[in-house]
């Protein structure tokens, strides 16, 4: 696999973290699975900023994010598979 353009910890990720610059609406994006060595394979709905994060499979309203392995939030939004995951769709739980 040649250098891929997110991240993802452990199978029950349900976001991967963009690793590379100038990602667009449209693009196939290569992910590395690092849990089990897998090359994942999406295509990019929204243009993603590097660090930020795509939606793995589809997230409801209400759903938790799991982000390497860790719980870092809410929807609050429905979050369609391949689409940009960040503040205007995902708040903490913490208040």
Known sequence: MTAPDFLVHETKDTVGV???????AGQELTGWLMETD??????????????HKVALGDIANGDTIIKYSHDIGKAIADIGKGHHAHV???????W
């Open 38 to 51: 897998e090359t994942l394979s999406i295509t990019a709905l929204d243009p993603i900023p590097l660090g």
């Open 18 to 24: 963009i690793v590379v610059e100038g990602i667009e």
């Open 88 to 94: 205007h769709n995902v708040k903490t739980k913490r």
